[in-house]
């Protein structure tokens, strides 16, 4: 498998540090608010990474942290007159219930800064004591002329950094040089602080992370992954807080995701121009928001749209109906002989799995993996139609559906989302009893409400067959 590794800007053989096991560390959200569209993009991304390598046999320890204390916590906290503990336990907690149902796996570790606070205590002492710290009025900080490899993942020189500095850089006017950044502030009035040898206060929002990956994967990890906004200054300052402390390579894959857009414009809070993942899930459900977020090469930009969210549900259906057809074959049809039409859908299926696996070591190309499922669905679709085949391969063709898109966390025979609702069901068997009593004007009114509904009604020799409808 090949990945594109930003740290070098090529694809690289992606080969695990030791022997089988990958360790992946990826930026968790800062717990103030529910997460949107864009947030939700790398936990999709970076858990249908490791859910391929587990596909293809490899360990994977995977750590996703949760920044549970910085300034917009804290103002957050205070807008609603709470603890800022007390709304990370209650945003951590809503972060799990859209995480849960986006069928991302919980991580081995969810470490919270304030839970690795001797930690990072730790590795500022270990920079202080090599010499690449100093102390202003407001905390400690790391001096980045001292570590000579500062900017190799940005490629950013100092002019640049200027001119691009996030709102989560601090501009002091005392700073030794503009890319300097806080390691320890200093305790200000109401807000959390912890006791340490330059004072009390709270850490800096990139050292939080370089003690959590340390902690929990060691001085060396395999894959650090996160937003392609996170490459500078976040990512690049964790480089150097980490290999000046541990003098080793601190990462040797970094990979970073695209924005989702709105009108070519990066959906961010602070822009207002986002969408919480909660508030779609109302209207198109989890699996086609997931199914939406993979369409597209996690290093392109998404630019989002109401269209191709809808074209997203249509193919997820596709793909459910599929199996909702085989799975009613299965059921009702008997079985039939093994012929050359069975054996070529067996080839289908195997061909299908080769195409996946191609795309996915190439960068993880989960467009072209989708191509490979929906090829096999085609042929699926159009097999059953024309001819009868043997259960074993038809249950072979769903194994191997359900296998594929399970490897890119979506199920496509769960009933939650796609399970006919009690008053379409209700309407169906309504539209029985008519046809039963002949009363044909009656079934064909209830037949054209089910459609309206959204459901297509289909009537078979074993009995009504019902699916959602594409638009």
Not at 390 to 413: D, F, R
Request: include cysteine; proline fraction near 3%; charge should be negative.
């Amino acid at each position: 498998m090949q990945v594109y590794n930003d740290l070098t800007r090529k694809k690289e053989e992606l080969i695990p540090l030791n022997d089988n096991h990958f360790t992946i560390y990826v930026c968790g959200p800062t717990v103030y608010d529910l997460f949107h569209l864009g947030n939700a993009r790398p936990f999709i991304v970076y858990d249908t990474l490791r859910r391929y390598l587990l596909y293809k046999g490899y360990k994977v320890t995977y750590v996703q942290n949760f920044t549970d204390v910085d300034d917009k916590m804290i103002n957050r906290a205070s807008a609603r007159k709470i603890s800022v503990q007390e709304l990370a336990e209650e945003m951590i907690a809503e972060y799990y219930y859209d995480a849960d149902r986006l069928n991302i796996m919980r991580a081995d570790n969810h470490p919270r800064a304030t839970e690795t606070i001797h930690e990072i205590i730790d590795m500022i002492k270990t920079l202080d004591d090599k010499g690449y710290t100093y102390v202003l009025d407001d905390g400690v900080y790391y001096d980045t002329s001292k570590f000579s490899d500062y900017g190799k993942l940005s490629g950013r020189n100092l002019e640049e950094q200027e001119a691009g500095a996030s709102e989560r850089i601090d501009l002091e006017i005392n700073k030794r040089n503009i890319s300097d950044f806080v390691l320890w502030k200093f305790k200000k009035e109401n807000e959390p602080a912890w006791d340490s040898p330059w004072g009390e206060g709270r850490p800096g929002w990139h050292i939080e992370c370089s003690a959590m990956s340390k902690k929990y994967l060691g001085d060396t990890i395999d894959i650090h992954a996160g937003g392609m906004d996170l490459i500078f200054p976040h990512h690049e300052n964790e480089i150097a807080q980490s290999e000046a402390a541990n003098g080793k390579q601190f990462v040797r894959y970094w990979m970073h995701n695209g924005f989702i857009n709105v009108d070519n414009v990066k959906m961010a809070k602070s822009g207002g121009n986002f969408f919480l993942v909660r508030e779609l899930a109302k209207m198109y459900g989890y699996d086609v928001i997931r199914f939406f977020m993979l369409q597209a090469h996690y290093r392109m930009p998404i630019n989002f749209e109401r269209e191709p969210l809808m074209g997203a549900s249509n193919g997820w259906h596709r793909i459910k109906n599929c199996i909702s057809n085989v799975e009613f074959l299965l059921a009702h049809e008997k079985d039939h002989a093994f012929d050359e039409n069975a054996k070529a859908l067996e080839e289908f299926n195997a061909e299908a799995i080769k195409e996946f696996e191609r795309a996915m070591d190439d960068d993880l190309n989960t467009p072209d993996a989708f191509a490979a499922i929906f090829n096999l669905v085609r042929q699926v679709n159009s097999y059953t139609a024309e001819y009868g085949l043997p259960k074993t391969v038809l249950e072979k063709s769903v194994n191997t559906i359900v296998k594929l898109c399970s490897t890119l966390g979506l199920n496509p025979k769960k009933e939650d989302e796609n399970q006919i609702p009690e008053d379409i069901l209700e309407k169906v068997e309504l539209r029985s009893h008519a046809k039963a009593n002949r009363d044909f004007a009656l079934a064909d009114q209830l037949r054209d409400e089910i459609l309206e509904l959204g459901y297509r009604i289909e009537d078979t020799a074993q009995g009504p067959k019902i699916s959602k409808e594409e638009n």
